[in-house]
């Protein structure tokens, strides 16, 4: 980021953030799941589905590879569009950690493309995937630090307070 970028923590929900883009903890066949994609699609309504579909008809036959983005719009969503990214799978030997970087450097990258000035982010990885809540609060407020960005305001959004205060832990 650079001097001018705010980083600012929320508890609450995704889908109810008004930003210029909201950051979506998908999976590589973008059509759908539980968590941030299930709330994401629930709220949104059926126009970014039908987008994953032409996505998943075009550039990415094969699905989204893990720790890349794309954007769609954010249909009824309070934003402008969603980046969707696909965060890497914690296993038992640990999770590939630059891989859960690269969902945030690149999601700004695309944030960067569209024009976004601000952007929210779940915390990538840490429902389904099972990735250490601290350890992702860690390499995401790191990496976003790191990031050359236009992005004017970087919000993590948490849903809960164990995950509020994982992060608050590397944001002062
Ligand atoms: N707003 C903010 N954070 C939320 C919300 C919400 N509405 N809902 C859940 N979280 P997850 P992942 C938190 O599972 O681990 C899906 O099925 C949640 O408590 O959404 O990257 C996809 O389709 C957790 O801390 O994403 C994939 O298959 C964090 O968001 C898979 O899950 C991320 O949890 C992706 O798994």
């Known amino acids: 980021m650079s001097a001018s970028t705010s980083l600012t923590l929320v508890q609450g929900d995704i889908t109810e953030q008004a930003v210029d883009a909201v950051v ?9 799941g539980g968590g941030v ?3 994401i699609h629930r709220r949104g309504g059926p ?18 590879p893990t720790g ?3 954007a769609t719009t954010a249909g009824r969503l309070p934003a402008r569009w969603v980046i969707h990214t696909v965060g890497p799978v914690f296993q038992a030997s640990g999770g590939d950690a630059s891989l859960l970087a690269s969902c945030y450097r690149e999601s700004l990258r695309i944030a960067d493309e569209l024009g976004a000035r601000t952007v929210a982010f779940p915390a990538i990885s840490t429902g389904a995937y099972g990735w250490p809540m601290d350890d992702a609060a860690r390499i995401a407020v790191e990496t976003v630090r790191e990031t050359e960005t236009a ?20 944001v002062s």
């Open 47 to 64: 126009e970014i589905l039908d987008e994953c579909r032409d996505l998943r008809a075009s550039r990415y036959g094969r699905g989204l």
């Open 24 to 32: 979506n903890a998908a999976n590589s066949s973008l059509l759908g």
């Open 151 to 170: 992005v004017e305001e970087v919000r993590f959004v948490l849903f809960d307070e164990r995950s509020f205060a994982a992060f608050a832990a590397y």
């Open 37 to 39: 994609d299930g709330a």
């Open 68 to 70: 890349a983005a794309v």
